[in-house]
């Protein structure tokens, strides 16, 4: 069978996933934000990694002027791996010819900068820097070649046997790593978890036994405290516990992430129950008591770190994007191995409430953390400048550290790859949007599927079969999908939110319809969650609402706002009833009683989250207080 265009082809696994060959998105939410990536983002990510001089870097480094001259930090490498991953999936989708010559361009400059014996870095190992290796907590050396080798296999799977020689640069890197830090040789692993899951898949792609042996080797080395106390903890870099035995995610939320997704790759290939087990016990406290309504993660700006059970503070959320990712990655992985919809619900709440808020709607502005309470409007950043990574109370055209840009951008473009999966005698359908779908099982079976839907504007999905074939199809109900109903042939079944099987020998022109009800709905917070007591939000199908304060009428700031009734629907928007909270007046905030509130409440507008900050400065909150 051939190996699907996808980021993650396990070996075993008990859901194959269906790549972009197989699976199209054709339209709605999902196909705008991949246009606007392929039109505008990725187009600007290469001018800045131009203008920021992160690529030219690599040309410094092919002409023996480095270190002077260099610029960006020292991880600064892993932007352009991630800019080359996301041209790859890109071209994948539509093979662009304009798109080939800059990505062919890219890898040439690249190329030109790789060491003899396939070291390469722009920060490392010349005359004048530091040595190679000398700082692996933080020198991110290994983390950005995890970045390249993930740009070899988008680039092996969507374009096998091309000649610009991605893959083979990544390759001699891969066996560079193996060399040094096998297992007779450096014990130690990088800082910054990323090459454990990048080697993984090189090995799958490549069929390399001896680069999932390493990955393997780093995961079982981290947890022994080998990177040194700093001031964090050893948590920052999940070296405080080993992988098997820890409990849940903890310090910083990218790398918990990465590495989380790194130990599912290796306990897929290993058949490790046990190491499995642990993922899925870590990934399950994880979602119960350190995730954010959005399914942001990452409640410290400091650290950029999760912080304690229930420390989910709301204006000070840092909810990061790439940690974002970091989840998808992992959940993805725990989803294959287990068929488990909880993971595909995961996906589903992070990719429309943390990916799709980061990019402003012309793909080239962006959030690097992700409240869910603006407490200052503001100001527009300069189009020109270059923004602190957290700082910007509204979506930046670039940071200092511009690790959520290209992340997004190789999400976006590979995102076909997690619409649904198969087995030996069925298709899983895990995110709606229109598609099609193609692909041969196991049995024989040709499988044609057209998806066609509004959704999440409209909760009906309606699946048409192109091809007689008898399958088993499954269509995901989400945990928040109460009243859910599937039609075939006429017949109407409820749908419990899980997985709901479709059993039978299709006939081509039959249609299998789902019907999620997405009509607003009020969600209230664990009470341990001391930031969101009191409060209730709003979310509307898989998108949480927001208020923000360019819909208050007669006041302007969300921090004055008092929820009402229930949420209603018309006009096309959602609207929740708010008035305006009576100031004390005595210049003391604490008394004994509760201020109150206007008692004319008014018909206020919300927004998608993943929509808000479109309009100019303004405040806004998710959770609005009921008293």
Same mark, same amino acid.
């Given at each position: /069978?051939? /190996? ?106 690249? !190329? ?76 130690? =692993?990088?800082?910054?978890?990323? =090459? ?15 680069? $999932?042996?390493?990955?393997? @080797? ?11 106390? $700093? ?29 989380? !997704?790194?130990?599912?790759? =290796? ?71 287990? *068929? ?10 992070? +990719? ?19 409240? +869910? ?67 041969? @099982? ?20 309606? $699946? ?14 989400? *945990? ?12 109407? &079944? ?24 997405? *009509? ?5 917070? &664990? ?92 405040? /806004? ?7």
């Amino acid at each position: /069978m051939t /190996m699907p265009a996808s980021p993650v082809v396990p070996s075993v696994s008990t859901l194959r996933p269906l790549g972009q060959s197989e699976v199209r998105i054709t339209g709605g939410f999902w196909a705008q934000r991949q246009q606007v990536n392929a039109r505008g983002t990725l187009a600007h990510i290469g001018a800045r990694l131009e203008s920021e001089g992160w690529l030219p870097n690599f040309d410094l480094a092919a002409q023996g002027r480095l270190p002077e001259g260099r610029r960006g930090r020292e991880f600064a490498d892993s932007e352009v791996y991630k800019y080359l991953e996301a041209l790859a999936w890109e071209l994948g989708r539509t093979g662009d010819a304009a798109l080939e010559q800059r990505f062919r361009a890219t890898i040439a400059r690249v !190329a030109a900068a790789q060491e003899p014996d396939g070291y390469l870095s722009t920060e490392f190992g010349r005359p004048g820097q530091r040595p190679r290796w000398s700082d692996l907590a933080w020198g991110h050396e290994l983390y950005c070649l995890g970045h390249l080798f993930q740009a070899a296999v988008a680039r092996h799977r969507t374009a096998p046997g091309a000649d610009d020689g991605l893959v083979e640069i990544a390759r001699r890197a891969a066996d560079l790593v193996c060399a040094t830090f096998g297992a007779d040789g450096d014990q130690g =692993v990088c800082g910054h978890p990323e =090459v454990e899951v990048a080697l993984v898949e090189l090995g799958r792609a490549l069929d390399v036994p001896a680069y $999932i042996d390493q990955a393997a @080797l780093f995961v079982e080395r981290r947890g022994h405290g080998g990177l040194g106390d $700093i001031e964090w903890g050893r948590g920052y870099f999940q070296d405080d516990v080993p992988v098997r035995d820890a409990t849940v995610l903890r310090g910083h939320a990218v790398r918990a992430n990465y590495l989380a !997704a790194g130990a599912a790759d =290796v306990a897929a290939e290993r058949g490790d129950a046990e190491l499995l087990d642990a993922l899925r016990t870590q990934w399950e406290t994880t979602i119960a008591r350190r995730t954010y309504l959005t399914g942001g993660q990452g409640s410290h700006h400091q650290d950029e770190a999760f912080g304690e059970d229930w420390e989910l503070p709301n204006d000070r959320a840092y909810s990061e994007t790439c940690a974002g990712v970091g989840s998808i990655m992992f959940s993805w992985r725990m989803l294959l191995a287990t *068929a488990d919809a909880r993971y595909a619900d995961l996906v589903e709440r992070t +990719l429309y409430n943390v990916v799709a808020t980061s990019p402003s709607d012309d793909g080239c502005a962006f959030f690097y953390a992700n409240p +869910l309470h603006q407490r200052v409007p503001g100001a527009v950043p300069d189009p020109d400048e270059t923004s602190a990574r957290a700082s910007s109370s509204l979506r930046a055209p670039w940071f200092e550290v511009s690790c959520c840009p290209p992340n997004v951008a190789r999400t976006l473009a590979s995102l076909d790859a997690y619409v649904a999966t198969a087995t030996d005698d069925g298709i899983q359908l895990h995110q709606y949007a229109p598609c099609t779908i193609r692909t041969t @099982l196991p049995t024989g079976a040709e499988i044609a599927l057209d998806v066609q839907t509004d959704y999440p504007a409209d909760g009906r999905v309606r $699946i048409e079969i192109g091809a007689d074939a008898e399958f088993d199809l499954s269509l995901r109900v989400p *945990a928040w999908a109460e009243g859910a109903s599937v039609q075939v042939a006429g017949v109407v &079944d409820a749908a419990a939110p899980g997985v709901h099987r479709v059993r039978r020998v299709f006939r081509r022109g039959d249609v299998v319809e789902l019907t999620l009800p997405v *009509a607003p709905r009020v969600t209230r917070p &664990d009470p341990r969650i001391d930031a969101a007591r009191g409060c209730i939000a709003v979310e509307r199908g898989p998108e949480v609402f927001a208020l923000e304060s360019v819909d208050l009428a007669g006041f302007d700031d969300v921090a004055d706002a008092v929820a009402g009734a229930s949420p209603v629907e018309h006009d096309g928007r959602v609207w929740l009833p708010i008035a305006r909270r009576a100031e004390r007046g005595d210049g003391w905030p604490y008394a004994r009683t509760a201020g109150a509130a206007s008692p004319a409440p008014v018909e206020t507008p919300l927004v998608p989250y993943h929509s808000w900050g479109n309009r100019g400065p303004s405040t /806004m909150r998710v959770w609005i207080p009921t008293a």
